[in-house]
Structures are given as structure tokens and as C-alpha cells.
């Protein structure tokens, strides 16, 4: 169960990459990952998602827990780049707490093709 520490090293860890924002890429692979904007963010996302399924599925608690440190800072990366912080996730996810995964989805709408 996550607790306040959980949520603060999520936190730092945002914080660290924000810091990164000003850094010289030659030398952060942060500030080169965010050089880089939306779509080299996503793409390392799409990668280190796979890399979390594959470990789910096939190589242990251990590695799984690797992977999704991975896919958790590459998701905190993707956050600082779309003006959004942790913040902001924290309180959709209470006010999602005690709705029913199938109503919020309902909620939602359905999902266009553009």
C-alpha cells in the first residue's frame, strides 16, 4: 500500500527531472530525453511499458519492480513536459476513489478516431 513516502519519493523524483529542464544534454540523459519533447518521451514510454509486460510476464518480481521504476520515471518525464505535476495526478485519482472503474469509464464518453 503506498504511503507518504511513496508519494514523496514520486514527488523528489519529479522534482529532480524539473531541475533537469535547464541542464545541458550532453551531459543528463534527463535533459536529453526532454530535449528530445513529446515523442522521444513517448516513445521511451511505449519501450519501458513493454519492457514492464515482458518482465511481468516472464521474468520475475524483481525484475518487474526494475521495469517499473523505469516506466515510472519516463512517465514523470512525460508530466514535466506537459505542464502537469504529480499534484495534478494525485487528485484525479481521489476523485476517482470510490467510483467504480466501469462507470468512470462511462463518464468518460466514448473515444473518437480523428
Keep these: ?18 531541475a533537469r529542464k535547464s541542464a545541458d544534454p550532453k551531459v543528463s540523459y534527463t535533459a536529453k530525453l526532454l ?5 522521444a ?10 519492457e514492464t509486460v515482458a518482465a511481468a510476464l516472464s521474468e520475475g518480481p524483481e525484475a518487474l519492480a526494475r521495469e517499473s521504476a523505469d516506466l515510472l520515471y519516463h ?7 506537459g505542464g502537469i505535476r504529480p499534484e495534478d495526478i494525485w ?6 476513489e470510490g467510483t467504480s472503474g466501469l462507470a468512470e469509464k462511462i463518464s468518460r464518453g466514448p473515444k473518437t478516431e480523428e
Design 1 to 18: 500500500m503506498a504511503d507518504d513516502k511513496t508519494v514523496a519519493a514520486l514527488d523528489r523524483l519529479f522534482n529532480v527531472i524539473e
Design 35 to 39: 530535449a528530445g519533447g513529446t515523442p
Design 41 to 50: 518521451i513517448t516513445a521511451k514510454i511505449t519501450e519501458e511499458a513493454a
Design 75 to 81: 512517465l514523470c518525464a512525460l508530466w514535466a513536459d
Design 91 to 96: 487528485a484525479e485519482l481521489a476523485r476517482r
